[in-house]
């Protein structure tokens, strides 16, 4: 667990897919999962939008022929005891090859004041969701570990896997303590073949015992009826059954450590005798056991076994992980295991999904085996990536998938230059400064729109350097060259002179296409919320996600019914144009709210004589915050208007119908 000072504290991921069964072999994918590149080094693995997964000390289940996987998310700066930070919530990714993830958002808006005053420093911080289904409820139950009640949990339900979840009453469990201490910790829901679901937690109390209770009918509380496995100075525990038999996987109490080693027990029966550990790995793969469960393969179920590569540099949102199968004795004994570099699954239940690039995408690095580091800040490092041209156009975006670390004071610098054959910048093109809000503390992509012309055949450069005295911008990169028509080059003496780094590649993407038209142009709604980092004159500023500086516009009629709103953009001239992109909220606990059910996309050549260019009725939810593309046929306009008529009041947090968008882009 993780321990303040000398106490612990988080919690680490686990448990097991409950109640999966091997589907016919007929129905096989078989996918590959990157742990490890062949040098043996960490890697990243990202969601289809490019950005990294980030969810740890959680759990992975199969809901409905889907993957889940839940984790705490450490992207908005969290770090454990570091009053100041706040908590940034549970997220949840879907995937159908456990390789392709889709974010799919947070499981509840844990950005208010309720749940920073349970889980924000000087707090202990809140770990480890998971996530069972009740066939008997029909509902998913999820439980988080905390430190602010006598329980050390709190519970939660909701009708889909991916939320959103509302809390239920505090759960009652046989072991209790003073709230705001540490009571219990590390966690791990099973639920048996019979239906009867037990919570694996640990007695911070007694020495971080391991216990196992049976719970309630509901899954929502605990029944008193336990056993205690003697297991002294362990935490992050892992339950699962195979073939009749009960195995318990666990760890040693540490405070994001890598490294330890992971141990197994098995008994007959979830409340009965449970054999002593036996350790299957000394050193987690690098990392902290996490979680187990059951994949089913063509020829039967895989044990996946998991462990959380903790960073230890205060910014776990970089952590990665370790993923591969168990494997187990004739008499059913967890054999030792080596690590993985890669595993490869033929899944049972599975197919590709990997996110389609986007129709102007021009060049791309992959997402495939990258790496993290740290090193552009004052007095550090430039960095800059270099691409050619495919096609002759308007450079309309370059995405670099950074981060930050150690609370930068200064924005980060990303400038378009042109570069000669020995990878040395030339004359700068287009530069942005995109606000250190704006930059996650896990990589993700930072998007700049240059609108620049580009030449087919030429090489350019994304420079990136910030005047930052505190902490640092990251890169995300890969030594093997995986773009091959570039290469990175550093400046460490402030842009005087440049190293080129020939085989390397950071992670990088652009487009070459239409030009956004909407960009920074007038703008007009029927209402409008101006606070709290709402307004107008958001909705085309550039940023395409939700940041407390910029939330995108919404609708402000705080109104129970539904009714209609529309929000326009002034392209200045009259243009031809044949999409609308809308991007939707995308802030904690409430990203995709807010998207119209029905709509319309109207366009003007005055502003006042509007004629319809497409509708959409019956739109689903967006899924998380991924971008929405409207097409229609070309059309003559200067105006664009989006009208909802058929809103959504579906936030638990804003239960009113309102229309709202992080950004709308027309080309």
Known sequence: ?????????????????????ASPAAAAYTTTIVNFDPAGNQVTRYDVGGNAVDAHDGDLALF??????????????????????????????????????????????????????RCAPPRYGCYRPHVVFNAGTGRYVLWINSY?????????????????????????????????????GDHDLFVDDDGTAYLAYTDIRSGHDQIIERLNAAYTSGTGSYVRLNSLHTEAPSMFKRDGVYYYVYGPTCAYCGGTPTWVKRASSPLGTWSAPVSVNANSCGGQPSLVAAIPTATGTAWLYGSDLWNGQNNEALANFHWAPLTFAANGDVQPFTCQNTVVLALATGSGSNAAPSADRDQSSGVGRFRTWCDIRSGGLRRMQTFVAARSGTLTGASYTTFQQGNTNAGLQVSIVSVNAGLQPGATLATTTVPAASVGWAPRNVTVFPNIAVTAGVRYGILLQSTTTSG??????????????????????????????????????????????????????????????WGLAMVNDGLRTSTPASMGWSSNSNLGVNHTEWVQVDLGALRSVERVTLYPRADAGNAGQGFPVDFRVEVSSNGSTWS??????????????????????????????????????????DPTYRMQFAELEVY
């Open 64 to 117: 409905g022929g889907r993957y889940y996987l839940y984790g705490t998310s450490y992207d908005c700066g969290y770090a454990l005891s570091t009053t100041g930070t706040a908590f940034c919530g549970f997220k949840v990714y879907s995937s159908t090859d456990l390789v392709g993830w889709t974010d799919e958002g947070y499981l509840f808006d844990a950005a208010n004041a309720l749940w920073q005053g």
């Open 612 to 653: 319809t260019a497409t509708v959409r009725t019956g739109y689903p939810a967006p899924a998380g915050a991924s971008a929405q593309q409207i097409v229609f046929g070309a059309q003559s306009a200067r105006y664009v208007r989006v009208v909802g008529t058929s809103l959504r009041n579906t936030n638990p947090n």
């Open 472 to 533: 640092c911008y990251g890169l995300t990169y890969d030594d093997a060259a995986p773009y091959p028509g570039g290469g990175e080059a550093y400046s460490n003496d402030n842009g005087a002179s440049w190293i080129a780094e020939s085989n390397r590649t950071s992670k990088f993407e652009t487009t070459i296409g239409a030009t956004n038209t909407a960009a920074g142009g007038p703008r007009a709604s029927s209402s409008s919320a101006e606070f709290s980092g």
């Open 1 to 21: 667990m993780r321990r303040p000072a000398c106490l612990v504290m988080l919690l680490l991921l686990i448990s097991g897919l409950t109640g999966v069964a």
């Open 148 to 184: 602010d009640n006598a329980s050390g949990y709190h519970v939660f339900t909701s009708p889909t896997p991916a939320g959103p979840f509302t809390e239920a009453a505090e759960p009652t469990i046989a072991l209790t303590g003073t709230p705001g201490t540490f009571v219990n």
